[in-house]
């Protein structure tokens, strides 16, 4: 049995604690989504991906459409603040998108730093939201993250999952 950390990122921080619960487990491999990696009935799969537009992102959902598991454990960032309510909504939404007869262990959500090429980019797209000093100090937040503490949390959690 193996516990395989599959993971999509675009800018590094579900990378982060991907490699940070790879490197908590014990006969663990990491692996990225769109490499597609073989999966076994009694491997652990653990999937992590990031809030897209308030989604999980495509890439990371494929690969759990399409590897064949039956169960997963679920890790995910974010740039909002992931014990807020928002966070707990997009929570739901991803589970709404995982195909039902796939069993979902566990769902975590940690903060990742928003590129700031892409707040730029959004804000100058149609229907921009306004920067308020409330969503600065949101982005301020998330900059800081993930932290070391927060893939000290991910590892632990990821043991919780695998029950060690
Ligand atoms: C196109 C795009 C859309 C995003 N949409 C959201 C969003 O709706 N809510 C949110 O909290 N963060 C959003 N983010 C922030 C990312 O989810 C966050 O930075 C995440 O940690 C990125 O993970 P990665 O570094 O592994 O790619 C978005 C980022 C990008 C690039």
Same mark, same amino acid.
């Given at each position: ?21 790879? *490197? ?23 999937? !992590?991906?990031?809030?897209?537009? !308030? #989604? ?11 590897? *064949? ?16 309510? #928002? ?23 940690? #903060? ?14 149609? !229907? ?27 590892? #632990? ?8």
């Amino acid at each position: 049995m193996r516990n395989l950390v599959v993971y999509s990122s675009l800018t590094g921080n579900t990378k982060k604690v991907a490699e940070a619960i790879a *490197g908590a487990l014990p006969n663990s491999e990491l692996h990225t989504s769109v490499s597609n990696p073989a999966v076994d009935e009694e491997d652990n799969v653990f999937v !992590g991906f990031w809030c897209d537009k !308030g #989604q999980i992102d495509e890439p990371a959902l494929s690969f759990i459409k399409n590897s *064949g598991i039956n169960k997963v454990a679920l890790f995910g960032t974010l740039g909002g603040d992931p014990t807020s309510e #928002q966070a707990e909504n997009f929570k739901k939404r991803v589970i709404e998108a995982i195909p039902a007869h796939i069993e979902v262990l566990s769902i975590r959500l940690w #903060q990742g730093k928003v590129d700031p090429k892409i707040i730029e980019m959004m804000s100058k797209m149609p !229907g921009a939201r306004p920067m308020t000093a409330e969503r600065q100090a949101r982005l301020d937040e998330a900059a800081k993250h993930p932290t070391i503490k927060d893939c000290e949390e991910a590892a #632990q959690w990821a043991k919780e999952v695998c029950g060690i």
